[in-house]
């Protein structure tokens, strides 16, 4: 079962400066891909923010988590516009802290590109240079399927890594061996049945 593939905890700008930080979660975040476009909360993933928006079925019944594998099999889209103090931009130093960002993904603030993530265990870190920031500023972070991502590295190994894919019963995604992800979003052996 691929639940809940994508998602970032405890994400905000910072100065090491002066300890000043601004917290970037909340409700004001868009998400979308070719398909689909919900505004939602941050912490959150595609299938909370899209089932709170009425798009999708409850992804925790029945054969709902089968029936909406697509949404983890395409890429997505998290965008948030928010503004920053005057004072905040007087500032020197500037970096931006991921608590937690589920998987692949690349983020970019107003077209500068501030890093790339591909393991969701790690926390990352990344500088940002102050010609980066405005006082209106626009985050996206971009993130590619990790189904794909998993295929591609399997594929770019060329050696085999016991198990391909999980027993069948499960309904799972193959791969996870390729990918530093929770193992439980590619495969899951319970499901709540209406």
Known sequence: MSR????????YLFSPVKSTRISLSG????????????????P?????IL???????DPYLGFNDVDLRFLVESNWLFTKKFNLPSDFLGLNDFSIY???????????????????????FVRYLFNISKT??????????SFQSPVTYALEQFTAYNNPVPPDCPAAVQNGICHVQFIRKEPCSFSWDWVRIP
Do not use: R
């Open 27 to 42: 409700n004001d975040w868009t998400i979308s891909n070719l398909n689909y476009t919900a505004q939602g909360t941050v």
């Open 132 to 141: 980066c920031l405005k006082s209106e500023n626009e985050i996206q972070i």
């Open 44 to 48: 959150g993933t595609i299938h909370t």
């Open 4 to 11: 809940q593939l994508f998602f970032l905890l405890f994400f």
């Open 51 to 57: 089932l709170a928006a009425k798009q999708i079925p």
């Open 98 to 120: 991921l608590e937690q960002i589920d998987t692949v993904a690349n983020i970019t603030l107003n077209d500068c590109l501030l890093g790339k993530t591909n393991n969701m």
